[in-house]
């Protein structure tokens, strides 16, 4: 079975803040594919960035870096010098080889306060 | 054509009715989604077509749902007898399957539906 835990329900920063967003999945697949989900108010889910299962490689985009770890299936998501913009839902997801479908935790609300 | 478009954005409809959601995906994606949301909580998936094919469906889509995909482009999803616990967002997204991989997994900004 599939399953995606973020455990942290809501979390709030200050401006400028660095935070890191947790998510924990389950899998017993050797191939899969791993998402980051921005949702702002207005609803729409904003694709972030895709990991698969053989690149355990960091990545960095500006103020975005992933960490990804199969030792502890593991793929956190950490926001340097935080703004006021980032304030969303941030859901991890995780797909099987054919992307048939999404597995979704139940996301993190991240508040950036000025 | 620059993302998935989904109507309405909102409807409020009176239990019993039948409702029904229409989704335009990315025009050259042959893949198709339907996901449902509600407050507080991560999509969960409920069906998908490849072209025009429904090639699969989750226990959450009851006999009071179906979803249709005719020519292999836009999408609705039909409610039959809508109750309380139906209201939710219904997110569609769309990608595109080449055999070798499966690109642009894109959601459009989907229909909230509020059953009174």
């Known amino acids: 079975a599939q399953k995606v835990t973020q455990a942290q329900t809501e979390i709030s920063v200050v401006e400028k803040e660095d935070v890191t967003l947790d998510c924990v999945y389950e899998?017993?697949?050797?191939?899969?594919?791993l998402f980051w989900y921005k949702q702002p108010p207005s609803g729409e889910l904003v694709f972030l960035i895709r990991r698969n299962s053989f690149d355990e490689q960091n990545e960095i985009s500006g103020r975005y870096s992933w960490n990804f770890q199969k030792s502890t299936s593991s793929f956190n998501f950490t926001i340097t010098a935080s703004q006021v913009v980032d304030s969303a839902v941030y859901f991890c997801?995780?797909?099987?080889?054919?992307?048939?479908?999404?597995?979704f935790g139940s996301g993190t609300k991240l508040n950036v306060k000025p | 054509d620059t993302g998935v478009s989904q109507n309405p954005r909102h409807k409020i409809t009176k239990r019993g009715q039948n409702v029904t959601f229409r989704c335009d995906p990315i025009s050259e994606h042959n893949r198709l989604y339907w996901y449902r949301q509600t407050l507080g909580q991560g999509p969960e998936f409920l069906t998908y077509f490849q072209n025009e094919a429904q090639l699969e469906k989750s226990r959450l889509l009851s006999d009071r749902f179906s979803a249709e995909r005719p020519k292999g482009s836009f999408s609705t999803l039909e409610i039959q007898r809508t109750e309380q616990g139906d209201s939710a967002m219904y997110l569609c997204?769309?990608?595109?399957?080449?055999?070798?991989?499966?690109?642009?997994?894109?959601f459009g900004s989907g229909t909230r539906l509020t059953v009174v």
């Open positions: 997801a995780l797909s099987r080889y054919n992307f048939n479908k999404f597995y």
């Open positions: 899998t017993r697949d050797t191939t899969y594919y």
């Open positions: 997204a769309s990608s595109l399957d080449t055999d070798r991989e499966v690109y642009g997994y894109t």
